[in-house]
């Protein structure tokens, strides 16, 4: 078992799986903060923030979700500088958008850009509403931090582009933790890259929308 798990087919399971609960957990997020566009009150968003804000979930889950973040990156890291090594020699550079999409091929940079967005976001949002200033209601918070007078548009031009390489991530990456598990013949990797783009254009364009729907609307 365990040289399974140290095999580079092991840390790919291992990463696909942590992938799938990403997504999951993306999911989940996109549908809790579309509540600010479907309750002017903030009563609906207050109430699954509410729910989120539970110590079950919040010292269970919590903690959960963030070690999948850390095993993904590190495990993306590994293969990455594993199959940079496994290639010592520079090959002359050939045209690969016959055989493979630009996403497939930049899944580390654009990894690394949505890690550099989710460190701006906890900063932004995660980081004042678990230990700072306790606030009233939770929408309000929202709307102070994307609606900040001097800072508003700015921000929410990074919320719009975090929410364009997050769809490009999990463009690929969808598929691709599929393909990992196991359903790699054609057929079902032709049926997986369309759902997975299905996935990945409803994610961005859902956290698209909020940012610019709480900062011109809102």
Do not use: C
């Amino acid at each position: 078992m365990s040289s399974l798990l140290g095999s580079s087919i092991g840390k790919k399971l291992i990463m696909s799986l942590s992938g799938f609960f990403l997504m999951v957990f993306v999911l989940v997020h996109l549908v809790l903060n579309s509540f600010l566009m479907f309750d002017s009150t903030g009563e609906l968003f207050n109430a699954g923030a509410h729910f989120m804000g539970m110590p079950v979930i919040r010292f269970g889950l919590q903690p959960v979700l963030f070690l999948g973040f850390i095993i993904h990156i590190l495990l993306s890291i590994k293969l990455t500088l594993e199959n940079r090594n496994a290639r010592p020699e520079r090959y002359a550079v050939v045209n690969q958008s016959n055989s493979s999409t630009w996403t497939s091929r930049n899944m580390f940079v654009l990894g690394g850009l949505i890690l550099v967005f989710i460190a701006m976001h906890l900063t932004h949002f995660f980081v004042p509403m678990q230990f700072g200033e306790v606030h009233s209601s939770h929408a309000d918070l929202v709307k102070n931090l994307f609606t900040n007078e001097t800072t508003g548009l700015v921000y929410t031009a990074l919320y719009v582009l975090g929410a364009v390489l997050l769809g490009l991530h999990l463009a690929h990456g969808f598929w691709s933790a599929f393909q990992s598990i196991g359903f790699n013949n054609s057929i079902w990797r032709t049926r997986l890259e369309k759902l997975g783009k299905v996935y990945a254009v409803i994610i961005a364009i859902g956290f698209i929308i909020i940012p610019l729907y709480i900062h011109f609307i809102a």
